[in-house]
């Protein structure tokens, strides 16, 4: 004889749809949170992502200013190296005085070599200081080499230049050398 076959299963209909519906719910709840971890993930590599892309433009500007200055200012030593030859040369004109039949040449050919370097100079974004007697002292452009109280001159004004100045674009190479007075009136 057959065994009778347990049908319980049809005894509670309802029992049966809550289990399904749990079931479902419970494959929705597992999707949602894998959804909303996905996102959380995408939201991760986005931010990330935009960090990177922010650092590598802040390195290309980086590199891009240190080229612009390795470019403006790399000859600075060179620069200062040179300008005791602008010295000298300035020396040699104003020691050599006034031109005559026998000087002449030697003038001409100081007065050649000083141009081209000034022209040099200034190709390179070298620009002189020459500051005037009665200018008022700029310690940013200037260094006072001595203090002298000199009549009928006002406290800081210039009174004496020892030698030219020079900038290198927007830098100071080179103060220029000069003595100031030290009146007090």
Do not use: C, W
């Not at 009778?4 to 719910?25: I, K, Q, S, T």
């Not at 500007?61 to 200012?73: C, G, L, M, P």
Request: net charge negative; aromatic share 6%.
């Amino acid at each position: 004889m057959a065994e009778p076959r347990d049908e319980d299963f049809l005894d509670d209909p309802e029992a049966v749809e809550d289990d399904a519906y749990e079931d479902d719910m419970e494959a929705i709840e597992s999707e949602e949170a894998e959804i909303e971890a996905l996102r959380a993930e995408r939201d991760a590599f986005k931010d990330k992502f935009m960090r990177a892309l922010a650092d590598a433009e802040n390195s290309r500007k980086r590199a891009d200013k240190q080229r612009r200055e390795a470019e403006n200012y790399g000859g600075a030593k060179l620069s200062r190296d040179i300008l005791p030859v602008y010295d000298n040369l300035t020396r040699a004109l104003d020691a050599a005085g006034e031109k005559t039949e026998e000087n002449a040449a030697l003038l001409e050919g100081i007065e050649l070599t000083m141009r081209e370097l000034v022209n040099t100079f200034r190709k390179h974004g070298i620009e002189p200081i020459t500051p005037k007697i009665g200018d008022k002292f700029d310690p940013n452009h200037h260094e006072a080499m001595f203090e002298a109280p000199v009549p009928g001159t006002k406290a800081g004004e210039i009174i004496q230049v020892s030698a030219e100045g020079f900038m290198l674009y927007d830098r100071l190479l080179r103060p220029a050398q000069v003595g100031v007075s030290s009146n007090p009136g």
